[in-house]
């Protein structure tokens, strides 16, 4: 009984041992992690801007250095009066495209990117609701219709189209609303723009 005793005590001093081990390998791996976890905080914290996200997008075109161009308009009245219409952070970098005579103009060629909306109200009878892109007649160059878009209707609705076009330094464009008179003015409803996708180069601008 003797033995038998003192061989149970030793294996209970056994297991608490290694019950310490085991408790002060986790302490120490603890430890490290937590050390290895301030050392990447203190990395980090000497280099913010590496972790900074951009707020902002880029002011230019990564291929040319150009600056980024949009135009975004709102109609005014009836006769189609044209107002510029877009954020502050947009204002100095719309200067490729300029509106002048109610039509906006290239002033660098490239790919653009059109979209118009037209919200129309509500007619007595079933009529044609068209828009229409137009790029205007220059010298050498006939006016032609782009994109049209035609909705027939009598409820009050909405009329969209987008194109990707090629625009030539010296043209121009303006959008043609029909019926003139039943189309919603609210800039939230009835408002069109381009926006430059790619600029050309020197040699192509020439061409």
Known sequence: MGDEKMCTQKFLLLLVWCGLLSVAVVVMSVTQLTARHNTQDQVEDNNPQQNEPQSQPAQSSSTTGRPLSHIHLTIMDSNLTL????????????????????SVYVESGGLYHFYA???FGEMPNLTERTVTLIRNGILGQAERRLSEAVNWGTKEGS???????????????????????????NAQYTYWGLFLLTPYGVREEKR
């Open 83 to 102: 107002n510029e219409d877009l954020p502050p952070h947009f204002a100095s970098t719309s200067r490729s495209l300029v509106l002048r005579n109610n």
């Open 159 to 185: 009329v969209s189209i987008s194109r990707t076009i090629r625009c030539q330094k010296g043209q121009s464009f303006r959008l043609e609303i029909r019926p003139r008179m039943l189309f919603r003015y």
């Open 117 to 119: 909306q037209v919200t």
